[in-house]
């Protein structure tokens, strides 16, 4: 899957994903970003992940840039 980096919350460790084709926001945290850091991203970055299931809802992981 696709989509832009919405926002990253500052002070933490995670933000959020606009995913190309749906209306909902996708979480994300650090520990699934691979190759970049989160200091490297910023808003507007387009991003390539896969879609996961945490017990608080859908999660995106294996997050790269695209």
Do not use: C, W, Y
Not at 22 to 30: P, V
Not at 42 to 51: A, H, I, M, N, P
């Amino acid at each position: 899957m696709e989509g832009t980096i919405k926002n990253i919350v500052e002070g933490k460790d995670f933000g959020f994903i606009s995913v190309d084709g749906e209306e909902r926001d996708l979480f994300f945290h650090k520990s699934e970003l691979q190759g970049v850091s989160l200091d490297e991203l910023k808003r507007g970055d387009r991003v390539s992940f896969e879609k996961g299931e945490t017990p608080k809802g859908p999660n995106a992981v294996n997050v790269t840039r695209a």
